[in-house]
Every structure is written in C-alpha cells, then in structure tokens.
C-alpha cells in the first residue's frame, strides 16, 4: 500500500482492535493474506510489519523488532497469550451487517466480501434457510469463505454459479 492509501485499485481492509479499552484504527493492505513485509497503518500512523502465516488463522508477525504470535478466531484475536477484541469496518463485509439495520424485515442480500471465486453454491431458489445458515462458497486469497443468510426465510434469488469470479460487494444471493 502506498503512503497516499492506495493499494493498486483494491481496497484497504480496516480493523479496530480494542486494546485494554482503547480502540485503535489498523488499516491492512489487500497484500496482508501473501505474507512478508507489509505497510499498515495504526491509528493514522505508517508502521511496517513483517507477517507470516504459520498456519491458517495463526500469524506471526515481526513489529519494530519484537515478534508477535497472532491467532485469529471468531471472537477476537489473540496476541501474546491476551485476547483483544475486533470489529471490521468494510461496507463489504458480513460482520459489518450485523450490527444496527441489520433486522429481518424485507429481502436480505449475501454480498462478497471481497473478489474471488464460486466454489460451491448451497442453496436454490425457493429453498428454506435459517440464519447463519452457509449459502455460498467463494475462493479468495487461497482461503475457501464460508457465506451466510442474514436471516431466516426463503431464497428469492440465486445470482452466481460455480466457477464464477465475483468482485467486492457483488449479490450472490437475496433471501427474502
């Protein structure tokens, strides 16, 4: 990512961690999922990390010298052996959906969080689902994401098919 914010026509992805209850703004380059030496930003601030992934969700990360081991789960991220809390701010993302709005009344899109690949397609038009039940499924970054319905109803719309590429944002699936 280049000092003036841009990332070669993608997106930066923002996460603010709460650290003992403070938060703080990290942007993170579209590069962050390669690994080695990256440029984020913290709270406006450029800081270059140098980041490994050890295995999935576990990221060793090399900061100003000093080596942090970061495991990444549902609930939070932990560094160090202490959890610190996140939430994601991308207009883009399923968690970002989740919070006010987010009610069950009226159609209800399942977006890509970011471009990659249809690799599995779970559902069909006019079947039940429940919340948080897994519709689709998109390659990105040589990870396979798992995405769900917002909420419970019947699918009104299935937009994609296997194989198909799929950018940031786009309608997979509306349930209705």
């Keep these: 990512m280049g000092r003036d914010g841009s990332a070669g026509g993608l997106a930066a992805l923002t996460v603010w ?17 390669r690994g080695g030496v990256i440029e984020c930003v913290v709270d406006g601030q450029f800081v270059t990390v140098d980041g490994r992934f050890l295995q999935t969700g576990v990221l060793s ?4 010298g000093r080596q942090y081991r970061c495991v990444l789960d549902g609930d939070g991220v932990v560094i160090d052996g202490r959890r610190f809390g996140f939430e994601v701010e991308d207009p883009r993302s399923l968690q970002g959906r989740r919070g006010a709005g987010a009610g069950t009344d009226g159609p209800r899109p399942v977006k890509s969080p970011m471009p990659g690949r249809v690799v599995l397609v779970l559902i069909e038009v006019g079947q039940e689902v429940e919340a948080g039940e897994a ?9 396979q994401n798992e995405l769900k319905s917002p909420k419970a109803g019947r699918v009104g719309k ?12 786009d309608v ?5």
Excluded: N, S, Y
């Design 17 to 33: 961690l709460e650290v003992e209850g403070e938060k703080r703004r990290v942007e993170l380059p579209p590069e962050v999922g």
């Design 61 to 64: 990360l090399l900061v100003g």
């Design 135 to 143: 519709v689709v499924v998109i390659e990105a970054m040589k990870m």
């Design 158 to 169: 299935v937009a994609v098919d296997v194989g198909d590429t799929v950018g940031a944002g």
């Design 172 to 176: 997979l699936v509306v349930v209705e």
